[in-house]
Every structure is written in structure tokens, then in C-alpha cells.
């Protein structure tokens, strides 16, 4: 969580006594959120915000006189704030108390910088819109898209579960089959989407959701531009064509960065890994694909050859569409080879994957 709930609580009431805005609160939660990061132990949200000149001395002892009969604020009407959750490269994303109903749910508050530019606004809008339609097991669930006091956001379903980072911070790689199921559920909320011609543009560990009963939730679809794409700070899962800031991208950007999440999933870290955005993004660019199986010697062959697939440079190179992934993974899951894979080793349609190992074994005695 950015921030923490003491200092959104703070800033929650602020904004409802009408001394700052919940821009600036975001920004001071960003600060101090960057400052943990180093190590360091931030300022209370009063005193950063003295410091830096969004409120008064007599403000802060205002605020904090009606600390304790305030709990969040309505800024958005029919919503009541709770805490800041995450950060995308869009916005912020909120907890929140959705009054008419008596019930928890996610807010998406686009960032004020992306508001003030009606392209990047417009697309916001229309495309939550589109997504809030969208009604699937392993997608989010949209509840509300609209614009209240000037801020423009997307309401959504809440789950109280880790991410998939949060699962890699934890215990580092997971086990093929737990990797592939998650995968396989992301394919069929990426098929979905696709087939109402949505894209997401933003996936990567952080947006794949996974509930108490193990069903994975695809989260914060990308609402802005392609070049301002990139997966956070480090563009760990992006496409080639979106670190080239390519304006037309397609399904197969998303089907990339599911590859890359997948690499993740099962090495333990990301497949270019280096200290700066730049460097990064010329690996992309530059590097060949990496064989997850290279890195883990426990990763099937037939899934190192699907994600190696997923993540080809050039995009007609990869699975044309989710619906296609989505066979391969399956058969993966049932203990059976991808159709690609038996293709390109020359399998014939009726033989097994043990067939072909007795095969390859013959086949390495006669050439020793």
C-alpha cells in the first residue's frame, strides 16, 4: 500500500475541510512512498505538506482536531476513500466504501496530468466504459466510469487477495503447474477481452489478482496512449513495439507481456533484468528471447518453447491471438504437448510426448 492509512486519513479530511485537494494528498502519499523505498523513515503528511507550502500551520491543528470524527471523505459522491492500495502508471487506485450499496470497492482516480489532456482523458473515459462492460470470471469487474469535482474515475470490484508480485516478493518462482494455471486463467480474461476488441496494454505481475478460493482477477487495463505504456517504472513486461512508442499495437502486445509475466512466474525474475528503464528496454529490443528453461532446469520444455513463442520480437511471430495461447496452455495444464511445439519437432499428431523422448534418445546414440 502507498502511504499509510493514518496519512490518508489525514489528508482524507483535509480535503473535506476544503484545504487541499486530493491531488496533492496523492502526491505528498507519492513521496512519502518513495522515501520507505530508500530506507528512510518520511515526515507525517501534515508537516510534508507545511514544508511544502499546501497548507498552514493552523490547518494541520484543524485537521487534526477532527481526526477522529472523520473517516475518509466523499470527494467522489457515493464513495467514501478509504486508503491509497497501489499506484499504476495512470493513476492511483484507492480502497473505497461504495455507500448505496453497503460494500468495499477499488477506485481508479486517473492522474491529474493525464485529466488535464482531453486525448488522454477521453480515452480514459471511453475505454473504462468499454471495460466496465465487460463481464468475465477472471476479469474485474467494473461498476461505475464517470467524472464527479473534476476527477475522472473507474470504479471496480475489490479483492481483498495478493497480487501475483506479492507471491513472487513472498517465495520467489512458482511451481509449473500453479505458473500455468495462473497463465491460463489470464489467457481466457485476455480471450475475453479480445473478442469485445479490448486490449489491456498493461500486464504484468501487479495486475493479475488472485482470490482466497485461487481464481486469478485481471485488473487496471491501460488507458492511455501506447508510448506512455511500459509496465511501472521499469518496463519489465513491455513489447517491443510499446518501448518503440509504436502508436498501433495489437492483441499480441499483451500476449508479449503475459509471456514475460510467465518468465517471472517460473524463473523468479524478470527475463531482461538491468538497473535503468533504458537498459531495459534495449534488451527488449536487442537481446534474444531467454530460455526460462536455461534459467530453472525444472521448467517443462514444451512450456520454455510456448513463452519463448509469446515473447517473439517480431509480433507475427507470436500467437496471433489470446483464444490460440489459450489452447497450448491447456494442453500444458492437461499433461499434454502444444499443438506449435509437435508441429516444429515434427510430431506426428497421434504420438505422445513419451513417444517423442524414446525418439530423441535414439536419435542422440546414433549420432554419439
Known sequence: MTGAPGDFSFGSVAIKLGFTTLQRVDEVLGLQE??????GVPLKMGEM???????TEDQVHKVLLHMGAHRGHEEIPGYRLIAKIGQGATGSIYQAHQISMDRTVAIKVLASRHAAAPAIRDRFLREARAAARLNHANLIQGI???VANGIHYYAMEYI?????ADLLRRGGALDEKKAVGLATQAAKALAHAYRHGILHRDLKPQNLLVTRDGILKLCDFGFTPADSRGGGPLPYYASPEQVRGESEIDTRS??????ATLFHMVTGDVPFPAESADKVKRRHLEDP????RAKNSGVSAKLDWVIRK???????MRYPTPPELLKDLEAI??????????????LRKAEGPNTRLRRLSRGRRYRS
Do not use: T
Not at 499483451?254 to 509471456?259: E, H, K, P, T
Open 144 to 146: 461505475d466510469v464517470n
Open 254 to 259: 499483451d500476449i508479449y507481456s503475459l509471456g
Open 160 to 164: 481483498d487477495g495478493p497480487s501475483v
Open 49 to 55: 505538506m507545511v514544508r511544502l507550502g499546501y497548507l
Open 34 to 39: 518513495k522515501k520507505r523505498e530508500r530506507g
Open 310 to 316: 509469446m515473447m517473439a520480437k517480431r509480433r507475427e
Open 333 to 346: 495444464a492437461a499433461g499434454g504437448v502444444p499443438q506449435g511445439y509437435a508441429s516444429e519437432c515434427g
Open 289 to 292: 528471447v531467454p530460455s526460462p
